[in-house]
């Protein structure tokens, strides 16, 4: 939704909260997001934890990595003792692989402090099915290649560009690449198709409602997750 309206009703009174576009605090209305979501059996098999646990040697830990299934619950156990230790299990953040350093770091002082540890790997999970960003470092790789096909639209803030709503007034475009023009300041609406090349050319200065940027509404054409 372009705006969404909040209305928190407590005991103490009402609040009203509008998003306008950046984070505000609030879940997002984003598509599938109130769907039920279920793993495919290829995905299941590509999910792991690490498990970690303290030593006395020279580097303090030792690691072996599992897989996260009902065989993979009799390997952490195989590794860790779970009777005399207590043990600390960790999810990963976005795009946060369990050899991260961040990741290592926020382990190291449960490790200090004699625990096990669990990382459950998400990352496999997160770059396949929802590769949107990811695209974006590919959209400005073609953009040098094709500096005049990458047209985007101004916009009168992020939560109109996200629809796409930017055709009202005058249209003001810009150029995604070598040709981006940086004295027209502002938040850019940039239409692009599916599949290669992606671009759109001067179709981007018509008002479409999504149209080529439907496909951002649907679920993952892959098989990794089923919603």
């Known amino acids: 939704m372009v705006f969404t309206f909040l209305v928190l009703l407590c005991a103490c009174g009402c609040v009203f909260a509008i998003d306008t576009g950046f984070p505000a605090g609030y879940m997002g209305d984003c598509p599938g997001m109130y769907n039920d979501t279920q793993f495919s059996d290829s995905t299941k098999r590509s999910l792991s934890v690490v498990v970690m646990w303290p030593t006395n040697g020279f580097i303090r830990s030792q690691e072996r990595k599992c897989q996260l299934s009902v065989r993979g619950a009799a390997c952490v156990a195989r590794h860790l003792n779970l009777n005399k230790r207590k043990t600390q299990v960790m999810i990963t953040g976005y795009l946060d692989a369990t050899f991260s350093p961040v990741v290592r ?17 998400v990352f496999p999970l997160l770059i396949r099915p929802y590769p949107i960003h990811i695209r974006s470092a ?8 094709n500096p005049d096909k990458f047209i985007a639209v101004r916009c009168e ?3 109109k560009a996200r629809h796409g709503d ?5 249209v003001v475009p810009n150029f995604l690449g070598p040709k981006t023009n940086f004295t027209n300041k502002g938040i850019y609406y940039l239409p692009t198709k599916e599949q290669l090349p992606y671009y759109i050319g001067e179709e981007g200065l018509k008002k479409r409602k999504y149209n080529h940027n439907g496909y951002l509404l649907r679920v993952s054409p892959d098989n990794d997750v089923i919603v």
């Open 105 to 121: 770091s926020v382990a190291a002082p449960y490790l200090e402090m004699g625990r096990n540890i669990i990382l459950v790997e």
């Open 138 to 145: 590919f959209y400005w790789l073609l953009a040098y290649e």
């Open 157 to 159: 803030s992020v939560a």
């Open 166 to 170: 930017c055709y009202n007034d005058t």
